[in-house]
């Protein structure tokens, strides 16, 4: 199933070392948060709103994971609660284009 993780632009290098661990999540329980495409904007919302990232700061992960390791949590969002290896991470969108140089 094809899903979307919002993060800090700061924390790929160490994603890409250890993969998404869900003893790094910053929220209520130690899981690695997931939405449907259509709910990326809810997520950098939220991450705007109660971490206070800018956009230019977020990065969008879409992911491939089993559908049978989700828990729906609300509508378009999942818990994942078990670590997301890198090798799952399909995409890596920038929210502002990186400066060519």
């Known amino acids: 199933m094809i899903l979307y993780h919002v993060t800090h632009k700061s924390y ?22 997931l ?9 950098i919302r939220h991450l705007r709103n109660n971490r206070k990232w800018a ?7 879409k992911i491939s994971v089993p559908k049978k390791w989700l828990r729906p949590h609300w509508d378009g969002v999942f818990l994942h609660f078990r670590d997301v290896p890198w090798k799952w991470v399909e995409q890596v969108e920038f929210l502002e284009p990186l400066p060519c140089r």
Not at 12 to 33: H, Q, T, Y
Not at 35 to 43: F, N, P, S, V, Y
Not at 55 to 61: A, G, H, P, R, S
């Open 35 to 43: 939405c449907r495409e259509d709910m990326r904007a809810w997520a």
């Open 12 to 33: 790929l290098d160490s994603i890409e070392e250890r993969g998404l661990v869900c003893l790094f999540a910053r929220g209520k329980w130690p899981v690695v948060w």
């Open 55 to 61: 956009d230019k700061e977020m990065v969008i992960l």
